[in-house]
């Protein structure tokens, strides 16, 4: 099993910027990835973007060039630095780590932390 507990997130007005850390704990010997997801209220969670063990990347559309995710492996950390925040960034950010056992991926979900950018 692994643990993930998240810190950061607040109100913030347009423009704005806001970093997010993760930490994992447990099991961390089985984690190929982390990363960030989000769910607005109404809509479906969706990534926002991740990072492997050996630090490929990928981001969502609507966010490059404006967020920067980075991992410390050392820590088992995962932060996501948000900047150029906009309105419609507004949403339950949630800390993800995927982890391999036994030929299997499972997915591990933080408790989520609150991001709200006002116009």
């Known amino acids: 099993q692994v643990q993930l507990v998240e810190s950061g997130g607040g109100l913030v007005q347009a423009g704005g910027s806001l970093r997010l850390s993760c930490a994992a704990s447990g099991s961390t010997f089985s984690i190929i990835r982390m990363g960030w997801f989000r769910q607005a209220p109404g809509k479906q969670r969706e990534l926002v973007a991740t990072?492997?063990?050996?630090?490929?990347?990928n981001y969502a559309d609507s966010v490059k060039g404006r967020f920067t995710i980075s991992g410390d492996n050392a820590k088992n950390t995962v932060s996501l630095e948000m900047n150029s925040l906009k309105p419609e960034d507004t949403a339950v950010y949630y800390c993800y780590a995927a982890g391999a056992r036994n030929n299997r991926v499972i997915d591990y979900w933080g408790q989520g932390t609150q991001v709200t950018v006002s116009s």
């Open positions: 990072i492997t063990r050996i630090g490929s990347t």
